[in-house]
């Protein structure tokens, strides 16, 4: 589980120094806060799409599943949906952690500085495919989605209390 945390640090890290080096499409101009939260948003669909997936994913099951049509709140959840759900919850977590710390970046950065944001859902929609894929596997299948999908939200918080500081 160490190394799989630890190559979704490493990875994550050198994604976004090379990424943002090298990004290769000229952004903005951003004529103020707002039009760079509008630009956040934008780039956030991808992460909000990951929430519409795992939701889909699991209505689709409860509804063909007489033992969990009746919702998780009036039965308890059959072995088909309970990996599902799981995803879901994570993803829910997730993705409101990484859209907070998106907005909260945007709201600070400025010019080419932009190129962060895109990086950042890039990182989220790489670290939730490898997080659904291994879950099933175990802890240590899914430590490399989980820190490719977490880590990144976490920098962002720290860099946007810097930014706050430092701006």
Not at 105 to 133: H, K, Q, T, Y
Request: aromatic share 14%.
């Amino acid at each position: 589980m160490a190394r799989g945390a630890g190559f979704a640090a490493v990875f994550s890290a050198v994604f976004l120094a090379v990424g943002y080096l090298w990004f290769p499409f000229e952004l903005g101009p951003f004529e103020g806060p707002a039009a760079r939260l509008v630009f956040a948003l934008k780039a956030d669909i991808f992460v909000f799409l990951w929430l519409v997936a795992a939701v889909g994913r699991v209505a689709n099951i409860r509804f063909f599943s007489p033992e969990d049509i009746q919702g998780g709140g009036l039965t308890k959840p059959s072995k088909v949906v309970k990996v599902p759900l799981s995803l879901l919850q994570n993803t829910q977590e997730q993705a409101l952690l990484a859209v907070g710390a998106h907005l909260a970046l945007a709201s600070l950065l400025e010019g080419r500085e932009m190129a962060v944001i895109p990086l950042l859902v890039a990182l989220f929609c790489i670290g939730r495919a490898a997080f659904w894929f291994g879950y099933v596997s175990g802890a240590s299948s899914r430590a490399f989605g989980f820190g490719t999908t977490f880590y990144p939200t976490v920098v962002a918080y720290v860099l946007a209390v810097i930014l706050i500081f430092v701006r």
